[in-house]
């Protein structure tokens, strides 16, 4: 069994910055891809950015420039950096992961619980 844990979320100014982090534990052989969604109250979940095995990124408009996702394979860990935030990222952020469990040699597709993310003054 494998969990996904995120972390950092919180209420914060417009134009500030949070940091989430989202660790994976359990019976893990690797991680391939990762990424952070989020969903904000009567909207659709929406892909924020993702980030491969090899760290190829790829992210949404609406957060270019602004988002870094970044990831540890030591530490089974996958980063998102948020700056300059806007009242419209105010979401609840979900982590995602496709994880290759020991023994198996096909991967799963895993999610966090969420962490709510406020943006407002």
């Known amino acids: 069994q494998v969990q996904l844990v995120e972390s950092g979320g919180g209420l914060v100014q417009p134009g500030g910055s949070l940091r989430l982090s989202c660790a994976a534990s359990?019976?893990?052989?690797?991680?391939?891809?990762m990424g952070w969604y989020r969903q904000a109250p009567g909207k659709q979940r929406e892909l924020v950015a993702t980030?491969?095995?090899?760290?190829?990124?790829n992210y949404a408009d609406s957060v270019k420039g602004r988002f870094t996702i970044s990831r540890d394979n030591a530490k089974n860990t996958v980063y998102l950096q948020m700056n300059s935030l806007k009242p419209e990222d105010t979401a609840v952020y979900y982590c995602?992961?496709?994880?290759?469990?020991?023994?198996?040699?096909?991967?799963?597709?895993?999610w966090g619980q969420g962490t709510q993310v406020t943006v407002s003054s």
């Open positions: 995602n992961a496709d994880v290759v469990g020991w023994g198996f040699r096909y991967d799963h597709n895993y």
């Open positions: 980030i491969t095995l090899g760290g190829g990124t």
């Open positions: 359990g019976s893990i052989s690797r991680i391939n891809a």
